[in-house]
């Protein structure tokens, strides 16, 4: 079945966005009360999904080791070491915002849904997926803002190191009071399960709109020209395919079954938008985030377009699994 290049609806609704906050940006009262609607949005996301995820769920997670180290040493100790080096592009051919924008990319979590999707499609395990991205994501609300605090500050990033508590009071706190409530609401929540998709979509959307009005408003786009641009886009092809090539070939070199290879190629080389936008938001508040988030919804794209083909590939056998070069570089 041959790729369809084209953006899913989803990413669509974030690109009107991205345009509607450039054409026509929030400002005065209007701006303060829909950041104020999309921080409680965010909470309310971050509650739902605790609320939501089983308990076991959670716990397998955080024990199931062996794999877990796999897809978070990919996840927090690989894609950093690629985002300091693609650091080095700037300010030649990236702009020093755009640059910083693809290391908060490489600091993120991995994603959920598409990550256990794409292990089940690609015939891989999918329990494990489950344990995997979980782990990534409760982990990454307080690894991510810790490297960032980091990372950032020891290149002279704009922020105190209060954003990490912030990050811990208004995203972790809901989350572990859904977890607190779980047993009463999660069956109801398993049952209408569109209410955290509208939350989860809803806040996004609205925060990417506040964010590129912000960033337009402060000349973003007068000073980055295009040329910064494409290379952005270069590097964050280049970024998904050395993870994609790193996770596979690791995963083979560390002795791992086929389903679990599956799992941590697709676990260990995404990165979750849903995750970038609300720890840019409350650790860069009152700043122009909007370059901190285009590679982030850039690899979004990127992310479902390239594995959604792996995963077809990967499900009509081991022979035509992998790209060329992993075949011919694997160990035997």
């Known amino acids: 079945m041959p790729v369809r290049f084209r953006p899913d609806p989803f990413t669509l609704m974030l690109l009107g966005c991205l345009a509607l906050g450039t054409v026509l940006p929030a400002s005065g009262q209007a701006a303060t009360l829909m950041s104020g609607v999309a921080g409680a949005a965010m909470a309310l996301l971050f509650f739902l999904h605790g609320a939501r995820m089983e308990r076991r769920t959670v716990v397998a997670g955080l024990v199931h080791w062996r794999l877990q180290l796999a897809v978070l040493g990919a996840t927090f100790v690989l894609f950093p070491l690629l985002g300091l080096t693609a650091g080095l592009l700037a300010p030649t051919l990236l702009t020093p915002a755009l640059a910083g924008g693809v290391l908060f990319l490489c600091l993120l979590p991995s994603t959920v849904q598409s990550s256990i999707a794409f292990t089940a499609m690609a015939g891989g395990n999918a329990p494990a997926a489950i344990c995997a991205a979980s782990a990534s994501n409760i982990l990454g609300m307080v690894i991510s803002p810790l ?89 964050d092809g280049m970024l998904l395919a050395a993870m994609l090539a790193i996770t596979t070939w690791g995963s083979r070199l560390l002795g791992f079954a086929r389903p679990d290879e599956i799992t941590i190629m697709f676990c260990g080389s995404k990165k979750s938008l849903a995750a970038g936008v609300p720890i840019a938001t409350v650790m860069f508040a009152g700043q122009d985030i909007g370059s901190l988030l285009l590679p982030v919804m850039l690899f979004h794209q990127l992310q479902l377009i390239v594995c959604a083909a792996l995963a077809r590939r990967y499900a009509q056998g081991p022979e035509t699994a992998a790209p060329a070069g992993a075949r011919i570089l694997a160990p035997r």
């Open 147 to 235: 490297l960032v605090a980091l990372l950032f500050h020891a290149q002279g990033g704009g922020f105190d190191w209060g954003g990490v508590g912030r990050i811990l009071l208004q995203l972790l706190g809901p989350f572990l009071l859904g977890q607190a409530l779980q047993p009463r609401l999660g069956s109801w929540l398993g049952r209408h399960k569109a209410l955290t998709g509208v939350v989860d979509r809803g806040s996004i959307l609205l925060i990417v709109y506040l964010a590129f009005g912000q960033a337009a408003v402060s000349g973003l786009w007068a000073r980055t020209p295009p040329s910064a641009l494409l290379v952005m886009l270069a590097v």
